[in-house]
């Protein structure tokens, strides 16, 4: 089996930092994307920043030039470094990852249990 594990939320004055992390553990072969989604308060889940196993990487037009996202193949880890903070980055934050498993043909998506952030003065 794997797990995602999500670390890093909590609550955040505007203008502020937090980072993420979000570490797949089990009988993993391989991982191609991971990144990170979001659901706000009210609101449908919405992509926030994905990379590929090569390092391309993708944003959301609202956290382009303020989040950034980066991994580390050899600890099965994803990050999301958030920088200046805004009110409506509020939401539950989740990380995937698209995982081959030992014994498994072909990758299956994962997904971590969800971290809160809150940004508010």
């Known amino acids: 089996q794997v797990q995602l594990v999500e670390s890093g939320g909590g609550l955040a004055q505007p203008g502020g930092s937090l980072r993420l992390s979000c570490a797949a553990s089990?009988?993993?072969?391989?991982?191609?994307?991971m990144g990170w989604y979001r659901q706000p308060p009210g609101k449908e889940r919405e992509l926030v920043a994905r990379?590929?196993?090569?390092?391309?990487?993708a944003y959301a037009d609202s956290v382009k030039g303020r989040f950034t996202i980066s991994r580390d193949n050899a600890k099965n880890t994803v990050y999301l470094q958030m920088n200046n903070l805004k009110t409506e980055d509020t939401a539950v934050y989740y990380c995937?990852?698209?995982?081959?498993?030992?014994?498994?043909?072909?990758?299956?998506?994962?997904w971590g249990q969800g971290t809160r952030v809150t940004v508010s003065s």
């Open positions: 990379m590929n196993q090569g390092g391309d990487t």
């Open positions: 995937y990852a698209n995982v081959q498993e030992e014994y498994v043909t072909g990758f299956a998506e994962h």
């Open positions: 089990g009988t993993i072969v391989s991982i191609s994307g």
